[in-house]
């Protein structure tokens, strides 16, 4: 190692060595604890699972855009506003909290991973000891304006080799995977009443957090938001909240799959009403619509290989270094079908109580439909339910449980054919234990992972697929 | 080596250092400064309490029969410790209340004398009148009372006591309820 390099190193480790020395305190926490003083369990009810469910604060404090009240105020006592008056009345008199205050991030390791696919091949090498790095930049940036951005770092999407007969052996290169954000600006009308707007590059549900939890049938969001592994959308959104209960929003999105307002776009309405209105018992009745002419086809999947322009030639596959990204659930050999026009409905019931005695626990159902006429003239409707449960003891000790089924998805041929789908109900179980609320440990199964068959091809179908993985996840 | 060549390193870190950090700004602030800095986002700029707001994140501290009554020390307790999960009181759309370290309070029991005293005789301001409402200080009184006697009730029996001692206060309101005993 040449001297100029050992200086390098050592000045990089002296500079975040002191770094450490002095801020480590500051940095205990995560960012939005650091800005409102408040802890994890305020708003979610466990972190696990990506996306971490909501308390009624939480989903508040998302839908308001992350902003909390008399952030105004504490600002001026932090003394980081570049006026000192009583007062100011304009925006250039702020500083937005400082970037201690609004960095944190998010780290998921899979320990273990095991099972078979479809095909018998054993799941072990897809473990990913850094699964997901995910590093946020987010809150209130004045007493009105508010933002969300995450990037997010993939480990679990490894390129494996490209030589032929040696595609499953990885390479170690993983790429920048996503980055979403959010901005929101509100307001306040009235007591506990709120409006405001937002864009973002997301689908606009997001701003409400009513596409969570994950498991729950969802043909909508198409993967994160941004570039990499996910396909971008872009989207405008007006909202409003009012008397503490009545939730309305109104968007307009430029696609499943790109972010052109020009080659057709999408809306989005929901319309939701929350009953109790207390931390301990919160329950949603949320109603949401999603129509336009600018949607892949649920039943196909999307791919765009970063190796091969087309068709990759004899004895290359780039099943590892393509974009693989369907809303839907891809029926096998289902017809290569363009979209002219879809409507969709998804009605949910959320339950949250947090810190109910010893227990708290969210609970979820969802019924969703999709139909989606395409240009040749077919069609395909999709009719899912589902149901959901987080579980915890004394917020340490938690289990995960979900079900989902189709109840209905059947493709209509242009000639009028109609041909049902064969497929049997997903479910999955996950143990949770959380030595600390940002510290916790999963072991997940998934013992039936399946493939969908038209009914006239039902020798296709497969469910010998199972998993299992033990995972670990640090929020800080 | 040559020193010089720490110089890069050494600007950056004083840099970066110089940069405020919010638990250094805290210690230059006195009472009233920190109730706007640790205890406002969540219990209003005057103590009024954030019900009216979206999200609601705390109750009214100013006419609250816990907060006039009860002695300084337990006040400072509650602070120290926040009041997390079983422990909270209010049955409501308020989170958990969280816990106050020296780090981020140094005198607890300072700021819940300030709590006692100044917050309450704290005017209200054109800022606060707006978020209150048409809510007098009087209304705001008998509500936060007639709430606390119901949350007490309801909660006691799942509270677990403060490691602070265990003390019990006789909570007098303005509605004169009748023996309201809280346990901390």
């Known amino acids: 190692m040449s001297t100029g390099m050992k200086t390098l190193l050592i000045c990089i480790a002296l500079f975040f060595g002191l770094q450490f020395g002095v801020t480590q305190d500051a940095q205990a926490v995560a960012a939005f604890a650091r800005q409102t003083g408040m802890n994890c369990n305020s708003c979610h009810i466990g972190t696990y699972n990506i996306v971490p469910n909501f308390t009624r604060t939480g989903r508040l404090f998302a839908m308001r855009g992350y902003q909390v009240p008399y952030i105004r105020e504490r600002l001026h006592a932090e003394g980081d506003t570049g006026n000192n008056n009583e007062q100011s009345k304009y925006g250039g008199d702020y500083l937005a909290l400082n970037w201690t205050d609004f960095f944190s991030a998010r780290l998921i390791s899979e320990v273990v991973r095991g099972g078979e696919d479809a095909s018998g091949r054993s799941l072990d090498e897809r473990s990913s000891p850094i699964n997901r790095m995910s590093l946020f930049f987010s809150g209130a940036i004045t007493d009105w304006l508010g933002v969300w951005t995450e990037i997010g770092y993939l480990g679990n999407n490894s390129l494996h080799s490209v030589t032929p007969n040696r595609q499953n052996e990885q390479t170690g290169v993983n790429f920048f995977a996503y980055d979403e954000y959010r901005i929101n600006a509100s307001w306040d009308f009235g007591k506990n009443s709120f409006y405001g707007f937002s864009m973002g590059n997301e689908h606009p549900n997001v701003g409400a957090q009513f596409q969570y939890p994950l498991p729950l049938p969802d043909l909508w969001s198409n993967g994160q938001g941004g570039v990499g592994k996910s396909m971008n959308m872009a989207n405008l959104s007006a909202f409003m909240f009012y008397d503490d209960r009545l939730y309305l929003q109104i968007a307009g999105v430029t696609g499943a799959d790109n972010t052109n307002w020009s080659d057709g776009s999408n809306y989005y309405l929901n319309v939701s009403y929350d009953w109790f209105r207390k931390t301990r018992n919160d329950l949603w009745l949320i109603g949401e619509y999603y129509a336009g002419n600018d949607f892949p086809s649920i039943m196909t999947r999307i791919k765009d290989s970063f190796l091969c322009t087309g068709v990759c030639p004899p004895g290359v596959t780039d099943e590892n270094l393509s974009i693989s990204n369907t809303p839907g659930d891809v029926i096998v050999n289902a017809p290569v079908e363009r979209v002219r026009h879809f409507d969709s409905l998804r009605l949910s019931l959320e339950h949250s109580a947090a810190d109910r005695g010893p227990h708290t626990w969210y609970a979820a159902t969802t019924f969703l439909t999709m139909t989606q006429d395409f240009e040749s003239g077919a069609k395909v409707e999709d009719t899912q339910v589902g149901a959901y449960l987080r579980y915890f003891y004394a917020r340490t000790y938690g289990v995960e449980v979900f079900v989902r089924d189709h109840l209905k998805y059947e493709y209509t041929t242009p000639a009028g054919l109609k041909r049902d789908t064969y497929t049997k109900p997903n479910y999955g179980i996950t143990f949770l234990w959380y030595p600390a609320m940002n510290f916790d440990f999963w072991l997940s199964f998934s013992p039936r992972v399946q493939n969908i068959v038209f009914d006239d091809q039902r020798g296709l179908y497969n469910d010998k697929a199972s998993s299992y993985v033990l995972g670990m996840e640090y929020n800080f | ?184």
């Open chain 2, 1 to 184: 080596m040559r020193f010089e060549a720490l110089l890069p390193s050494l600007a950056l870190s004083l840099f970066f250092l110089s940069m405020p950090i919010s638990d250094a700004t805290a210690s230059e602030v006195d009472a009233a400064g920190y109730y706007k800095l640790r205890c406002a986002t969540c219990h209003g700029v005057n103590g009024e309490g954030t019900r009216d707001k979206s999200p609601s994140l705390g109750p009214p501290l100013r006419g609250n029969p816990l907060v006039i009554n009860a002695p300084a020390e337990m006040l400072a307790s509650i602070i120290r410790h926040g009041r997390g999960g079983q422990q909270r009181a209010y049955d409501d759309a308020y989170p958990n209340m969280p816990a106050f370290d020296a780090g981020l309070i140094p005198d607890a029991v300072g700021l819940a004398t300030y709590l006692k005293t100044g917050l309450q005789q704290q005017e209200t301001t054109s800022h606060s009148s707006d978020s209150l409402g048409s809510q007098t200080p009087a209304r705001v009184d008998a509500a936060e009372t007639a709430e606390q006697g119901e949350v007490i009730h309801e909660a006691g029996p799942n509270r677990a006591p403060a490691d602070e001692g265990h003390l019990q206060t006789q909570l007098v309101g303005p509605l004169q309820q009748p023996s309201l005993h809280l346990t901390e």
